[in-house]
């Protein structure tokens, strides 16, 4: 249970740590490629951890030194499984659809599963999509989801369409590993596309490592086959999700906090744009190469389209219960697939401690300025919830949090740099 101490008037520098998505990303183009890459200011957190750990179980040496993860590339060649391998990959939506194209490569027989959360959480148009492309692979107990059965083989290639409406993991997935199959692979994408900037950074990773992608306007893609990637160093930025409860934390308070090694002119995270959310709101935002300040200012109620920024939602509805007005968030049909029911579990403990919320079927109405009174709240073990509900008590004493090293999930320093807040005198009225 983690009681938030009330603040305002923060005034503070924090430095963020890095990426989880690109690290993910990098982990698996190094574990591709031929010969040793050097990862700097990797996230090492409880999903990537996952990641590492089912990547080393098919062959894969890493090991972490002087606070870098080094690996061994294996150049898409794994060795062969005698027996069924199972790889458990707890809550990690991201590390499970990113590894499975991966797991096609290999030979032998694996089962691909996780926490009952987890085998709720929909993998099936990848599974499609590979099965398609010519792997043996399937959902053996729930259609469309986890746990997945994957007869490896390699993957033949050809054309396929994908749907990416719940989400664009399963697009990144394919591209990952889509150098090493037998053909080219062409993938068209049926239907909208949810969490574009995802696919950005994807492409950007594999550009990075030695492979090109050709992209038709988000519509098609193109991987050729018989590329490779080449190991490098590389150092990864922090993260954008993680620095926006920071900065979320001056917009409530009224305070300044400056995020480090956050890149807002070159990074590609399209969290980044929740800056421009909290400007349009009311606070003053000022960007360096490497990092951003953010100022608390009055604020009012806005209109946003998060498909694009859908881990912003609860950042965005923690702070609308402080502003002006209402708070409109739409297009997030696809938060019902995360860690938690995001929209549900957001309008479930939001109104526990008072605030009037909307539920809608694809978003949430918030009005904010509504009297709040402090409560047991419940995270859901949903990381991105616990961190919210940790800006919504710098406003609210004595609010509690359970289960609140769900965090580790992503942010595993998350509550010992929440401490470290300097503050001014506490005025939380």
């Not at 200011?41 to 590492?52: N, S, V």
């Amino acid at each position: 249970m983690k009681d938030v101490k009330c603040r305002s008037g923060l005034d503070t520098t924090i430095r963020i740590p890095g990426s989880k998505s690109i690290t993910h990303r990098v982990i698996i183009a190094a574990s591709l490629a031929e010969g040793r890459s050097v990862l700097t200011d990797f996230l090492e957190c409880e999903d990537t951890l996952y990641t590492i750990d089912a990547l080393r179980k098919i062959g894969v040496e890493m090991f972490i030194e002087d606070n870098k993860l080094k690996i061994e590339g294996t150049g898409g060649k794994f060795r062969p499984g005698l027996h069924r391998k199972e790889l458990y990959l707890g809550n990690s939506g991201t590390s499970l659809r990113l590894l499975l194209s991966v797991v096609a490569l290999c030979k032998g027989e694996f089962l691909m599963t996780g926490t009952q959360r987890m085998l709720k959480r929909p993998i099936g148009p990848l599974v499609v999509a590979l099965n398609r492309l010519g792997v043996d692979t399937s959902c053996i107990e729930q259609d469309g989801c986890p746990p997945v059965r994957i007869k490896a083989n390699g993957i033949r290639g050809g054309n396929v369409s994908i749907k990416a409406n719940q989400s664009s993991q399963f697009l990144s997935s394919l591209l990952l590993s889509g150098p090493y199959a037998d053909n080219d692979i062409r993938i068209k994408i049926a239907g909208q596309m949810v969490s574009k900037p995802y696919v950005d950074i994807t492409i950007d990773v594999m550009k990075q490592f030695g492979i090109q992608v050709e992209c038709d306007d988000y519509d098609g893609f193109k991987i050729p086959s018989g590329q490779r990637y080449k190991a490098r160093e590389f150092r990864i930025q922090g993260d954008a999700s993680s620095a926006s409860y920071f900065w979320a934390a001056a917009a409530v308070t009224g305070g300044t906090i400056t995020t480090d090694n956050i890149y807002p002119y070159a990074t590609l995270q399209g969290d980044i744009s929740f800056l421009e959310i909290l400007g349009r709101m009311g606070c003053s935002i000022q960007k360096g190469a490497e990092h951003v300040a953010v100022q608390g200012c009055p604020l009012s109620g806005i209109e946003a389209d998060m498909k694009d920024l859908p881990d912003m939602v609860p950042t965005l509805a923690a702070v609308a219960l402080f502003v002006r007005g209402k708070t409109i968030i739409r297009n997030v049909s696809h938060l019902r697939h995360k860690e938690s029911d995001r929209l549900h579990a957001v309008a479930l403990e939001w109104r526990r401690i008072g605030g009037r919320v909307e539920e809608l079927p694809d978003g949430l109405i918030i009005h904010g300025g509504s009297p709040l009174s402090p409560a047991v709240v419940n995270p859901h073990n949903d990381h991105r919830l616990a961190m919210s509900l940790a800006v919504v008590g710098l406003r609210l004493p004595h609010l509690e949090i359970m289960d609140k090293d769900c965090v580790k999930k992503s942010f595993p320093t998350f509550w010992e740099l929440w401490n470290s807040l300097q503050e001014k005198p506490p005025n939380c009225g």
